[in-house]
């Protein structure tokens, strides 16, 4: 067989999107409950299904009893945007960006919060010198650079005596990398990441600091109530025993439910981080038989286990796009083009919810691809 021949077997689930990713395996919609649909979320069951989701999530991650846990609108971005808008004010900031999520919410602070925060910028593949951050300021930045596959290598970085907050965006790190719950006081993530959950609500984790803070601090900026967590100077605590905002999916509270069920079956947290880590060694066994392929992340103890970025040798985006769209066609690989403002090359999923052995499948499809589109023959 040449690189040329089209390879006889495709991963059997091809879906490689760093968001929404795999759904979990053996998901169908048939699956999910349905009780709590075209009823009040604010109905007994509602409460209690969002509850539910609450208690779950609480017990796969294995957050302490000193943390709060609350959905709420807006996705990732809403959770991180409440946090921000929120909490942002007291004491100096600064921003962590090395890809482009981090990059917006310098964009937030700079822009349109006006705090002229300190920010520590890196190129894509690297981070910024975590050593050298001010921890009596506020700090916010991604643990997992999604759009790099850089992500932070723990949180040993983070000073145990801190002043400020630390103020961790973890969408693509949690349910797959390590979290020292000492070591932060807001988390944020959505459910379209490593659990394959539908995209829609955010969920915001407060630690005692964090909810000392919005009780102490009144931001002098307006807050739209989607964002409103405090009333009367006391923290809204129902939002964090399920009474939304506003009205939540629960067709998405439910999807997660069932991702949460799953993710019990196949060892909670440490069986999640093991399919992780098992996926991205066998994606990091590709790119070490294959000299045209890279990891962009130049340090392995900050390359990610769920969003890997790779480099392609010679590829510019024109060269990216043919490739992606070829694997597409064939049914062989979803979404693998790396993000729009990141260096060309590849992006490929390696969270939980995706089997080892697509990741596998996946080899001699890569080879294809590559050697049609040099070839020009398409
Ligand atoms: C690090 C990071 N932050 C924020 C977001 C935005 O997430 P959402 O679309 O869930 O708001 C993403 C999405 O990929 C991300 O990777």
New binding site residues.
Partial sequence: MTAHTIPARKPARPHFS??PCAKPPGWSAEKLQTASLGRSHRSKLGKARLQHCIDLMREVLQVPETHLIGIVP?????A?EMAMWTMLGARPVTTLAWES?GAGWVTDAVKQLKIDPTVMEAPYGELPDLAAVDWSNDVIF?W????SGVRVPNGEWIADDREGLAIA?A??AVFAQAIDWNKVDVLTF?W?KVLGGE?AH?VLILGPRAVERLESHTPSWPLPKVFRLVKGGKLIDGIFKGETINTPSMLAVEDAIFSLEWAKTVGGLEGMQARADANAAALSHLVEERAWLGHLAADPATRSNTSVCLTVEGADAGFIKKFAGLLEAEDAAYDIAGYRDAPAGLRIWCGATVDTADIEALGPWLDWAFAKVQSGNL
């Fill in positions: 760093s968001g807006g996705s990732d971005t809403g991180v999520f991604t997992n650079g999604t759009t965006d969408t693509s959505s379209q995209g955010g």
